[in-house]
């Protein structure tokens, strides 16, 4: 028993062991990722429910090592969180999404808001606003077009400086959803001090709504406080026509998943959501 023992422990290790190793390949990798312009952003369609319209398009990072292939932001997000590169690369999407707007109303495009996600660190930063602004203005892009996504835990974690943050976004004319909402614990008397525009409703309530009564009622409670509190909401992560229906039942405003359109590379985007009438 103390021999098998003792090999659980190492095999445990040998596991931490790789794990560690993966987590240091990945910090080295990211060193180089933004000289060695690796990194790209894809971007996905979130349309009305009411009019089917696109409203606007979630900017998702992707990450092509040379060195270590695809690597996805679930896996390496969290380790740029850790490492403090985060705030670097979190500018580096800042920048290249509002060039992207740009781009695409030199196009001639009809202007399309773009949201892109932040991360603590960088929502830390007591200069995050004014880089946004002075972004936007380099660009000449309307702070109209850019929408913040921050998770119910940024924003819930100290909410008396998320408030003055948030406020400070609001001042220049930056709107902010709460992503995943439903996941964290929202205290609902800071959550009515928040000028956010919109609650982006948690994918794991959406998947298992369809099966799920407790999740239904979850998705349904969500849609109506949110409502209560003047704010839009958007379910994320609808895959199936059933789920579809059942949003548009419950009063949701907005849609974002692959039933109705991946994350794709800008090219991609173009051809299949902007219509060739417009451009
Ligand atoms: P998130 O912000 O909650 O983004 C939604 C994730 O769900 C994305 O995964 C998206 O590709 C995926 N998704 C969209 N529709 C569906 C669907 O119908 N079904 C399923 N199963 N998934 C769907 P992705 O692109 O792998 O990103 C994962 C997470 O990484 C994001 O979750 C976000 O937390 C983080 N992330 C991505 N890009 C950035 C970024 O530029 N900055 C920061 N700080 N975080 C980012
Ligand atoms: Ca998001
Ligand atoms: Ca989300
Ligand atoms: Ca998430």
Partial sequence: ???????????????MQAHS????????????????????????????????KLVASEALIRW?????????P???IPIAEDSGQIVAIGEWVITESIRQIREWIDLGYPPLKVAINLSYAQFQEPDLANFIAQT???????????????TERIAMDDPESAIEVINAFHDIGLETSIDDFGTGYSSLSYLQKLPVYKLKVDQSFVRNMINDENNLSI???????AKKLGMRTIAEGVETQEQLDKITSLGCDEVQGYLLGHPVPPDEFEQHHFSNESH
Avoid: W
């Fill in 1 to 15: 028993a103390k021999q098998s023992g003792r090999n659980r422990f190492a095999m445990f290790t040998q596991e």
């Fill in 21 to 52: 190793t993966r987590v240091l390949l990945i910090e080295n990798a990211l060193h180089s990722a933004l000289e060695n312009n690796e990194l790209s952003l894809h971007y996905q369609p979130q349309f009305s429910l009411s009019d089917k």
């Fill in 64 to 72: 092509n090592s040379h060195s270590l292939g695809r690597v996805s």
């Fill in 74 to 76: 679930g896996e390496f």
């Fill in 136 to 150: 936007l203005e380099a660009c000449r892009v309307p702070s109209s077009l850019l929408e913040l996504e921050l």
């Fill in 219 to 225: 998705v349904s409670a969500i849609i109506a406080l």
